[in-house]
């Protein structure tokens, strides 16, 4: 599961252009708000804030994969499928060509509304438990990206490699929203730029879709390797009651 967790990485620095258009804004505005004479330099507090932001999607990588292991196993690859599905959607969404995904950000905006207040008492940030805190609810923005990454994380077999997912991805995220966060205008520039972006969202797409025949080719290879071995197990058993009748029948 090693590489899933690798993945999540890539799909993290991938995904530059959508952090910086969500959340690079958001890590400015927070970074120049702090005085200039203040002795926490921004980017200790832009760590901070980060440091908090990853653990959230840790917690909740833990969260949907324990909720996932914890459910009915109906025997379909269906946590595969639905991450399959979120990728290509989320790569549609950064191509501009179908913003399907933004449904689910909707739904984000429901609970967002309960936290963004208390995110706002925490301002001014000038320590760094609070920045720490800010950014523990920061990670609850409603963002398709994470949601289509926490589907991937479902995937996985135990809550801390679920957790450990999201906080690859996590990690990944981290250079666009520094680069934002430090006001880094040639990054911006570069990532806005709209052959990168197509690129960006096709590898979202391809990698949608090969998740997709994966799980599919995995679940029939298997379902057939189990039709192929019950005649020859059905067999065995046969042999073995034939052999023990004749026996028995040698014996009287």
Same mark, same amino acid.
């Given at each position: #599961?090693?590489?899933? =967790?690798?993945?999540?990485?890539?799909?993290?620095? #991938?995904?530059?252009?959508?952090?910086?258009?969500?959340?690079?804004?958001?890590? @400015?505005?927070?970074?120049?708000?702090?005085?200039s004479?203040?002795?926490?330099?921004?980017?200790?507090?832009?760590?901070?804030?980060n440091?908090?932001?990853?653990?959230s999607?840790?917690?909740? $990588?833990?969260?949907?994969? @324990? $909720?996932?292991?914890?459910?009915?196993?109906?025997?379909?690859? %269906?946590?595969?499928?639905?991450?399959?599905?979120?990728? !290509?959607?989320?790569?549609?969404?950064?191509?501009?060509?179908?913003?399907?995904?933004?449904?689910?950000?909707r739904?984000?905006?429901?609970?967002?509304?309960?936290?963004?207040?208390?995110?706002q008492?925490?301002?001014? !940030?000038?320590?760094?438990?609070?920045? %720490?805190? %800010?950014? #523990?609810?920061?990670?609850w923005?409603?963002? $398709?990206?994470?949601y289509?990454?926490?589907?991937?994380?479902?995937?996985?077999?135990?809550?801390?490699l679920?957790?450990l997912?999201? @906080?690859?991805?996590?990690?990944?995220?981290?250079?666009?929203?520094?680069?934002?966060?430090?006001?880094a205008?040639?990054?911006?520039?570069?990532?806005?730029?709209?052959?990168?972006?197509?690129?960006? @969202?096709?590898?979202?797409m391809?990698?949608?879709?090969?998740?997709?025949?994966?799980?599919w080719?995995?679940?029939?290879?298997?379902?057939?390797?189990?039709?192929?071995?019950?005649?020859?197990?059905?067999? =065995?058993?046969?042999?073995?009651?034939?052999s023990?009748?004749?026996?028995?029948?040698?014996?009287?």
């Open positions: #599961m090693i590489e899933l =967790t690798i993945t999540a990485l890539l799909l993290g620095l #991938m995904g530059a252009g959508h952090c910086l258009g969500m959340c690079g804004g958001f890590a @400015a505005a927070l970074a120049y708000a702090i005085p004479e203040q002795k926490i330099s921004r980017l200790t507090l832009l760590l901070s804030y440091v908090g932001r990853i653990s999607y840790a917690l909740l $990588g833990a969260i949907v994969a @324990a $909720g996932q292991n914890a459910g009915f196993d109906s025997g379909y690859p %269906l946590a595969r499928t639905l991450a399959g599905l979120l990728l !290509v959607a989320t790569g549609l969404y950064l191509a501009n060509i179908w913003r399907g995904i933004t449904w689910l950000e739904g984000g905006q429901k609970v967002w509304r309960f936290i963004q207040p208390v995110s008492r925490l301002l001014p !940030v000038y320590t760094v438990p609070k920045a %720490l805190l %800010l950014g #523990m609810l920061w990670g923005l409603p963002c $398709g990206l994470v289509s990454m926490l589907a991937l994380a479902a995937t996985q077999p135990s809550a801390g679920g957790a997912t999201m @906080a690859a991805f996590g990690a990944g995220t981290l250079p666009a929203v520094l680069a934002g966060g430090l006001a205008a040639w990054v911006r520039k570069w990532l806005v730029k709209r052959w990168f972006q197509r690129g960006l @969202a096709f590898a979202f391809a990698f949608g879709l090969w998740t997709l025949s994966i799980a080719y995995h679940h029939f290879h298997h379902a057939n390797h189990a039709n192929h071995a019950a005649p020859l197990i059905n067999s =065995t058993v046969i042999d073995k009651a034939r023990s009748s004749s026996s028995t029948h040698q014996h009287h």
